[in-house]
């Protein structure tokens, strides 16, 4: 019995042995993925280190001495295998900022719950109809003693300490974590290669399939957010999307962390990038509180 046993392990270990070494997959067939659901490895695109093409846009912000722009492609939306048009500057202390995952989670639950109100709500004992009558005499019944029946030990009865909605979960972050997290947001999307930068949203038709083909083709992966500044977007590009669930476009001044992260690809206009640069890079300058207060007391120096 112990040989046979030896023997049958000793053959499942060569089997497993020989598939690793043969390059096939040593699990079950009924945990394998079927090809049709791989889908092609992504490449990832390599930042312009040394190129021919012109720097279109540089930062309008003054870079510290001892960082330099972060350059990436700037790509066109009017054909699928378009070349990238050149090169733009994006401002280091807005694109490529040390990642914060603490940050990143504390203003990701911040959004999520500080407009939340649970509006779950229980009746107590005073509020059940009925129980105002003592159910039977204190002593003497040889039953445990009760004064009503809408106790919460009692069925039908209240419920002790249970919700008592409407409850608000507000509460608020400082405002420079939540720029932190925006910044920490764009410089982790640009660091995944996941972050692409176009010139306009002007692209030549309507049809919800050329976007598709568009995402599918430049590996944007499976979800797309499209920002730029203003809330007129070309006719285009509105009628494309609005059939769409997984593109989605919004205007920058509505761009927040949960959506960067809901959406796998981020798509910026240089407008779009200007108008963040701007606003982000205020918050870094401001040395007065963003909501001005009065002290207490008049007479300091």
């Known amino acids: 019995m112990f040989r046979a046993t030896l023997t049958l392990c000793g053959g499942g270990v060569a089997k497993r042995l020989f598939s690793s070494l043969s390059g096939e997959i040593a699990l079950p067939s009924n945990l394998r993925l079927p090809p049709n659901l791989i889908g092609v490895p992504r490449e990832k695109r390599a930042f312009p280190a040394s190129t021919d093409l012109p720097v279109l846009r540089r930062c309008e912000a003054d870079i510290p001495a001892h960082l330099a722009p972060i350059q990436t492609w700037l790509q066109s939306l009017e054909s699928r295998d378009s070349e990238p048009l050149g090169v733009v500057d994006l401002h280091p202390d807005v694109f490529s900022v040390p990642v914060r995952l603490d940050i990143l989670h504390a203003v990701e639950v911040w959004q ?10 229980v009746k107590s004992r005073a509020e059940v109809s009925g129980g105002g009558r003592k159910p039977w005499k204190q002593k003497g019944s040889g039953r445990a003693r009760h004064g009503s029946i809408r106790s919460p030990i009692w069925r039908g009865g209240g419920v002790a300490h249970g919700p008592r909605g409407p409850t608000s979960y507000y509460y608020m972050l400082p405002m420079k974590v939540r720029v932190q997290g925006l910044k920490i947001a764009l410089t982790s999307k640009l660091a995944q290669d996941y972050l692409h930068i176009v010139d306009s949203l002007e692209i030549p038709t309507p049809d919800p399939h050329y976007l598709q083909d568009l995402a599918k083709h430049r590996q944007w992966g499976d979800s797309v957010l499209i920002v730029d500044v203003g809330e007129e977007f070309p006719q285009n590009i509105l009628q494309a999307t609005e059939s769409l669930k997984t593109i989605n476009i919004i205007p920058a ?49």
Do not use: C, Q
């Open 112 to 121: 999520r719950n500080f407009k939340r109100i649970s509006y779950a709500k």
């Open 253 to 301: 001044i509505g761009l927040n962390v949960h959506s960067m992260l809901k959406h796998e690809s981020l798509v910026l206009t240089l407008e779009a990038v200007k108008f963040l640069e701007k606003k982000l890079l205020w918050h870094d300058t401001r040395f007065t509180p963003l909501y001005p207060f009065k002290l207490p007391y008049s007479d300091l120096p």
